[in-house]
């Protein structure tokens, strides 16, 4: 029985259990499981490797000690625990120990304590859990680097069914576009260059960067070159579940103390509690668009970058708080904050005047099947040098885009024909290298440039004499706003109303008149802000692509409709000349007669 077999079976058993209600508390009792299992395999490794290495766990709540089956003195495998006892002691005993281990003895303990500290056992039939323990002996032996392959595939399975449980925004991002983002962002391992992942799930990114650090290991490698890894690589989860599967995951990828997996929320963290020691040197993620956060959570931030959208949240945060200045960051974005405006081309704005974004490759629809359908985007940026002259410095002049094809013969992704590495082949042969500022990048049916810079001095020009009048509008208003004050400091204790009406009339007039110049300061200001703010539409569409034949009946009606029109203008225009013609033609004519 194949792995992702062995999953759905063992869901199948707990369906049975009374205490298990829905997917997600399966999905939870499987975690925690899984998570003591492989940790049980590590520790072997580990006890070979080294002869006094010492569990963080206390001996008999060691998955070897109560719940691997061992060979009686028949020679067949049994459990050590009788069903009637093992719920008792996994409720009373394994859970309240794990919960408790003091977090500070080691990184190991932090991490168990911190995997447990949400998670339960919601099993109460001691023989279907001892049958689900079972399903787990038999199937997975990580001890097999193929069983480790093919986790992915499990991770994907576990995800859908995650998503069927009602958690929106948890997507498993295909290998594919890992690895790919990986292999572009490239974390060098000789210059210790540390990769977080702030929404990192299940890890996906962080396995990516692992293999590539990886591969640049060479026999020439020192011990010290794959030691670092581990401290290279930083992620944080805010749910449970996907920070159990992913803490068992990096276990799972030779990370023996994954205690830089954290389990809270990143956007909950206060915007002036991150510091220049949180900064990283590459930031490679998928963070969770179209949710929302809780009231409170980024209050915060700075004003004109206050949201509860969580990928806004994301985006602020990386380009601000988490990466180093010469830092390199991909991200993956629906087509949504490409067009978006408001918040989103406030964020923008930041993104473009504060990082050199190079690169855009969009991609078609189905990447993302079947957890969202939503078109998506990948873009590669690189942090700007700060500037202290108090002024605005641009670090984006221009922005490539590559448009992904589908395969020949595809027409969408599918879970069955999901996007493949080496579809990328073209873009990795297209990128070139920053250092020269990509000169060797040139335009094709699928990558066009926009040359950013002048777009927006274009639009900066049209736009200032607006915002030149909006201030001097302000600044009047603001003049008779203050001889308003005096004004009523004038009058102040006068109780005469002769006295007092003159004064009074002409604070009435006053402030008629700084109240339309106001408006007419906003409008002037709406004017501007019309001409500038639409630079920051990056949805823009391949001008080399040739033009899509649709066979939709009512996108050729309205094509129809569209030509007849234009032939009914030209016939008008035809008829307006020829009359005009013979006009002049009988006008001659007459005046020769």
């Known amino acids: 029985m194949n792995l992702s077999s062995t999953i759905k079976s063992i869901q199948d058993i707990m369906r049975k259990d009374d205490g298990v209600d829905g997917d997600a508390q399966r999905l939870g009792q499987l975690t925690w499981m899984l998570f003591l299992k492989v940790f049980d395999q590590r520790e072997e490794e580990w006890e070979d490797d080294n002869k006094k290495y010492k569990s963080p766990l206390p001996e008999g709540f060691r998955w070897r000690n109560w719940a691997a089956y061992k060979p009686g003195s028949d020679g067949k495998k049994a459990p050590q625990k009788a069903p009637t006892e093992i719920i008792g002691f996994v409720n009373n005993e394994l859970f309240p120990t794990l919960k408790e281990l003091d977090a500070n003895a080691s990184a190991q303990h932090k991490v168990i304590r911190s995997v447990f500290e949400d998670a339960n056992n919601y099993m109460k039939s001691g023989t279907q859990l001892l049958a689900v323990i079972e399903k787990l002996e038999e199937a997975i032996n990580f001890h097999d680097f193929k069983t480790r392959a093919n986790l992915g595939d499990v991770y994907e399975q576990l995800l859908n069914d995650l998503r069927g449980a009602g958690n929106a925004g948890e997507f498993y991002t295909p290998r594919a576009i890992t690895q790919f983002m990986a292999d572009r962002v490239n974390p060098n391992l000789t210059q210790r260059e540390t990769v977080m992942d702030p929404a990192c799930g299940t890890g996906g990114f962080l396995t990516a960067a692992i293999d590539h650090f990886r591969n640049q290991l060479s026999t020439k490698s020192s011990a010290a070159d794959k030691a670092a890894i581990e401290r290279l690589i930083r992620g944080i989860e805010k749910k449970q579940l996907p920070h159990l599967l992913c803490t068992t995951n990096m276990l799972l990828h030779g990370i023996d103390v994954p205690s830089q997996i954290e389990h809270k929320n990143t956007l909950?963290?206060?915007?002036?509690?991150?510091?220049?020691?949180?900064?990283?040197?590459?930031?490679?993620?998928?963070?969770?668009?179209?949710?929302?956060?809780?009231?409170?959570?980024?209050s915060d931030y700075p004003a004109d970058l206050r949201t509860r959208e969580t990928a806004d949240m994301f985006m602020a945060l990386i380009v601000k708080k988490l990466?180093?200045?010469?830092?390199?960051?991909?991200?993956?974005?629906?087509?949504?904050?490409l067009f978006g405006d408001g918040i989103k081309a406030t964020l923008k704005k930041l993104l473009l005047r504060d990082c050199k974004l190079h690169t855009i490759v969009r991609l078609p629809k189905g990447v993302f099947a079947p957890y969202t359908t939503i078109k998506t985007n990948l873009l590669f940026f690189?942090?700007?040098?700060?500037?202290?002259?108090?002024?605005?410095?641009?670090?984006?002049?221009?922005?490539?885009?590559?448009?992904?094809?589908?395969?020949?013969?595809?027409?969408?992704?599918?879970?069955?024909?999901?996007?493949?590495?080496?579809?990328?082949?073209?873009?990795?042969?297209?990128w070139g290298v920053e250092a020269n500022d990509f000169a060797d990048r040139v335009e094709n049916e699928f990558a066009w440039k926009v040359d950013f810079k002048t777009k927006r001095e274009q639009a900066e020009a049209a736009a200032q004499p607006h915002w030149d009048r909006a201030e001097q509008l302000n600044n009047e208003a603001s003049t008779l706003e203050n001889r308003v004050r005096d004004l009523r400091e004038s009058i102040k204790g006068v109780s005469n109303a002769q006295q007092r009406r003159p004064v009074e009339d002409?604070?009435?007039?006053?402030?008629?008149?700084?109240?339309?110049?106001?408006?007419q300061a906003r409008d002037a200001q709406a004017a501007g802000d019309r001409l500038y703010w639409p630079i920051y539409?990056?949805?823009?569409?391949?001008?080399?692509?040739?033009?899509?034949?649709?066979?939709?009946?009512?996108?050729?009606?309205?094509?129809y409709k569209t030509l007849l029109g234009q032939i009914e203008e030209t016939e008008n225009r035809l008829k307006s000349e020829l009359a005009a013609a013979l006009a002049h033609h009988f006008t001659t004519e007459e005046?020769?007669?």
């Open 537 to 559: 539409n990056l949805d823009l569409k391949n001008p080399n692509a040739p033009e899509e034949e649709s066979h939709d009946p009512d996108v050729l009606l309205d094509k």
């Open 382 to 430: 690189t942090k700007g040098a700060t500037a202290d002259d108090g002024n605005e410095h641009f670090h984006t002049d221009t922005i490539w885009y590559y448009e992904h094809p589908y395969p020949p013969g595809y027409k969408s992704y599918s879970k069955t024909k999901p996007i493949r590495f080496e579809e990328f082949k073209p873009e990795q042969d297209w």
């Open 591 to 593: 005046a020769e007669q």
């Open 506 to 519: 002409e604070i009435d007039t006053l402030r008629t008149q700084a109240e339309g110049l106001r408006l």
């Open 268 to 298: 909950g963290i206060g915007w002036n509690e991150w510091s220049a020691h949180d900064k990283v040197d590459c930031v490679i993620t998928n963070p969770p668009f179209g949710g929302y956060e809780d009231d409170g959570v980024g």
């Open 323 to 337: 990466l180093k200045e010469n830092g390199r960051a991909a991200v993956v974005l629906p087509d949504g904050f």
